[in-house]
């Protein structure tokens, strides 16, 4: 079946780093776009990122220039580099896959900026 496990977050400070990593299985990955989501406390679940099978990418405008996200197929693992942390990015981060229609999440991983 298919299985997303999300890792790499935790506690950093404002203008600090992270990288998240999403390892995918039961899926042929390297044909299948990727992608990130966060839902804040309170909040609905919004884009964060996509990467399509081929490497192009897209990023939510609160995102862009900040965050990079990337894939490698041979770990059939999709990361998001999280750069110039801000509070407001504080959010749990989701990874997402389509297959056929359905759509797959995975745990979520805690991501908290604060000082």
């Known amino acids: 079946q298919v299985q997303l496990v999300e890792s790499g977050g935790g506690l950093v400070q404002p203008g600090g780093s992270l990288r998240l990593s999403c390892a995918a299985s039961g899926i042929i990955f390297s044909i299948t776009p990727m992608g990130w989501y966060r839902q804040a406390p309170g909040k609905q679940r919004e884009f964060v990122a996509t990467?399509?099978?081929?490497?192009?990418?897209y990023y939510a405008d609160s995102v862009k220039g900040r965050f990079t996200i990337s894939r490698d197929n041979a770990k059939n693992t999709v990361y998001l580099q999280m750069n110039g942390l801000k509070p407001e990015d504080t959010a749990v981060y989701y990874c997402?896959?389509?297959?056929?229609?359905?759509?797959?999440w995975g745990q979520g991983t805690q991501v908290t900026v604060s000082s």
């Open positions: 997402k896959c389509v297959i056929r229609g359905d759509v797959y």
């Open positions: 990467i399509s099978s081929g490497g192009t990418t």
